[in-house]
């Protein structure tokens, strides 16, 4: 297949530092390039990818002091993807609502992939207008907010992670990690005051956003002034291997509908079991006394209790566990899937004969024809129920 992903232009493809959203458009990107592919990828201009590369800015937007109305980009990026659409079978958009209204101009089917949290409630008017488009979402629990409306949800698909660059470690550290973002959804405050009652240093690898500042300096900072807290600010992939391998846990202390969660599967990845609060896809992505522990409620009293039972986690069976759900290998079959499923139904209403050809690796699966969702999780040995397919 010819295949277009649309990345957002305010981070790399992958991110230098920390950035979510591009690091999943890479791992997808290149292992559907892996798979025989023809992908273009539309981002920022210091992006590194094997696919095609269109750049729409020099550089990832948060990066570039001198862009003053990042919009501009984005605009740039709709024109360009509008200009080639007919090149491709199918576009990937994972650049949010911004690309909608062109959808209803074009030939080519477009997919998008919600990354982020949808309970805003100017969301509602956005899917109410474009409820015809096809979606994925990365979690069940992801679509809660927009129950009501009747939506063209396609698939739920669980990102994968890069495994190979996350070592496994079968002994624990003896600190706490917090890892991510200085806000007060993500909840370093209950973190730290985690650590300093059960006596464990917590090293909080994280940057701070402008808007988030203030809250920094009232909630945060006053905290960090401690022998147990050591902030060490933003770091980059390649230095996550060892900050979440050689920690005791990864505390995971959030307050909000998270949609997916990958700092969770980092850490699963290195052996770190994951202590983490009970929102959003948190109980879909963990699984409770295997990955880590799942407090009942927010209070410090449970995530105390679950801290002490820390100990009962087996590391290498918490790594087997991201490995068995958590590959790009699996997201990207599973995203392969759909988009043939989508390229098949707009040809049909067009009117046209074409059939696409199954996909598959060559002499893989006989006799030809198309893979189903059952040949994916046996080949993956994923476990029953895990992929989610509307």
């Known amino acids: 297949m010819k295949i277009a992903q649309v990345a957002p232009l305010w981070e790399s493809v992958p991110p230098k530092l920390y950035g979510g959203t591009e690091r999943v458009v890479h791992g997808l990107t290149e292992e559907l390039v892996k798979m025989g592919h023809d992908v273009t990828l539309y981002a920022s201009g210091d992006s590194v990818t094997s696919a095609k590369l269109v750049p729409l800015s020099k550089e990832a937007l948060r990066l570039d002091h001198k862009v003053i109305d990042p919009y501009v ?201 994951v202590l983490a609060t009970n929102w959003g896809s948190v109980p879909e992505i963990m699984k409770d006394g295997v990955s880590g522990f799942v407090s009942p409620s927010d209070s410090l009293e449970d995530l105390v209790a679950a801290f002490q039972r820390i100990p009962a986690i087996d590391r290498l069976g918490c790594r087997r566990y991201a490995e068995q759900r958590f590959s790009w290998k699996r997201a990207a079959r599973e995203y392969a899937l759909v988009y043939e499923r989508l390229i098949e139904e707009t040809r049909s209403k067009k009117g046209a004969v074409t059939v696409l050809p199954a996909l598959r690796e060559p002499g893989r699966w006989e006799p030809t024809g198309r893979i189903t969702m059952e040949q994916i999780l046996s080949e993956d040995k994923m476990p029953e129920g895990e992929v989610k397919s509307a």
Not at 82 to 90: K, L
Not at 117 to 126: K, S, T, V
Not at 204 to 231: N, S, T, W
Request: charged share 25%; hydrophobic share 40%; glycine share 6%.
């Open 73 to 273: 980009f984005n605009t740039l990026e709709l024109g360009r993807i509008a200009d080639d659409a007919q090149e491709f079978d199918i576009i990937h958009n994972h650049n949010d609502y911004f690309i909608y209204p062109i959808t209803r101009c074009l030939d080519t089917p477009i997919l998008t992939t919600l990354h982020g949290r949808l309970d805003l409630p100017e969301l509602q008017d956005i899917y109410r207008e474009f409820r015809e488009l096809p979606l994925v979402s990365i979690s069940n629990s992801q679509r809660r907010p927009l129950a009501n409306l009747d939506l063209n949800w396609r698939a739920t698909v669980y990102h994968g992670i890069a495994l190979e660059n996350f070592t496994p470690r079968s002994q624990p550290g003896d600190y706490l990690a917090f890892l991510g973002r200085i806000s007060p959804e993500k909840g370093p405050d209950l973190a730290i005051d985690l650590a300093k009652r059960v006596g464990m240093k917590l090293k909080i690898a994280a940057k701070v956003d402008q808007k988030d500042f203030e809250y920094y300096k009232k909630e945060i900072k006053p905290r960090i002034d401690h022998g147990l807290i050591e902030f060490i600010g933003e770091i980059d992939e390649g230095e996550k291997d060892a900050f979440l391998g050689n920690a005791y846990a990864l505390v995971f202390t959030i307050c909000w509908p998270e949609p997916f969660g990958l700092t969770m599967v980092e850490s699963m990845a290195c052996g770190t079991p």
